[in-house]
């Protein structure tokens, strides 16, 4: 018998998990197996007006595997980042602006660290209008892809970097922002990555820059391609917050999103983020 009651949301991605409070989440030792299981199977799990306190979601996210603490020190709670265009709660808010666009986290990372495993968002504020999360399967999106794409898009590589993901909200950026942003080195990925699990999902997204060995604008323009039929309303989970929502989201075989809200907007999300172990390969 499943721990979970599971209502699927859209056929590609995501689903509520009914009957789950607060208490059973961050307590309960036998839901994680059960939440990382419907993970992988509808890549994202939305448990609404739950009402998570940020100790209980870092409990909760415990139980899925390590807490990123890389961020500690912009909230209270050790492994809670504030996601809000407000600097007095985030200094580094202005970098969250490049979350407007599809993309997949840890693709650039200052070392050679993993992508996430999962990310957690909680919602304490809300914006009035926008600001809502949009998902789209990357698993869904190779399996839609004919053979002889899979077999033409298997070999080619993507280069990946900060500066490609932050070019796209600041297109003419001054001297200093380029030396900040070319500060983080760049990643070079294979366009379909081939999952421990034998499954195989397109790695593509905001930071993803241009194709090894192919013109620049050819290479740009497929990828481009690409994340628009990943990505078409048919394909999308777009989720409206409401105050007390949790969501979570399996970060390696899921795009995600923010929809633009008012820069000046109360709209914040607590976010916990698993580690991952898996490199894209």
């Not at 595997?65 to 980042?81: N, Q």
């Not at 109360?266 to 390969?281: D, F, H, K």
Request: charge should be negative.
């Amino acid at each position: 018998m499943s721990l979970l009651t599971i209502n699927k949301l859209t056929a590609s991605v995501g689903a509520e998990v009914l009957g789950v409070d607060a208490d059973r989440l961050a307590s309960d030792d036998l839901l994680g197996d059960a939440v990382l299981q419907a993970l992988e199977d509808n890549g994202v799990l939305v448990f609404r007006g739950l009402g998570l306190t940020p100790r209980a979601q870092v409990e909760f996210c415990r139980r899925l595997g390590e807490v990123d603490h890389s961020s500690d020190g912009h909230h209270p709670v050790p492994g809670i980042y504030p996601i809000t265009l407000d600097t007095s709660k985030n200094s580094s808010a202005a970098y969250l602006r490049a979350t407007f666009d599809w993309h997949i986290d840890g693709c650039t990372p200052v070392g050679d660290e993993c992508p996430q495993k999962a990310t957690v968002l909680s919602a304490v504020a809300v914006a009035q209008r926008g600001g809502e999360t949009e998902f789209a399967n990357s698993y869904a999106a190779y399996e839609a892809l004919t053979d002889e794409e899979k077999r033409r898009f298997g070999s080619l590589r993507v280069v990946h970097s900060l500066e490609a993901s932050q070019r796209r909200v600041t297109p003419d950026p001054t001297p200093e922002q380029l030396r900040r942003w070319r500060q983080r080195r760049t990643h070079e990925h294979p366009l379909v990555w081939t999952h421990r699990s034998g499954r195989r999902s397109l790695v593509l997204g905001a930071s993803a820059d241009y194709v090894v060995g192919m013109d620049r604008g050819a290479g740009r323009a497929l990828l481009d391609e690409l994340l628009g039929r990943a990505t078409s309303p048919d394909m999308i989970y777009s989720h409206r917050w409401s105050v007390g929502d949790t969501v979570i989201w399996d970060n390696q075989g899921v795009l995600h999103r923010a929809a633009p809200y008012d820069p000046d907007s109360p709209r914040e999300l607590l976010r916990t983020t698993v580690l991952g172990s898996e490199a894209i390969e």
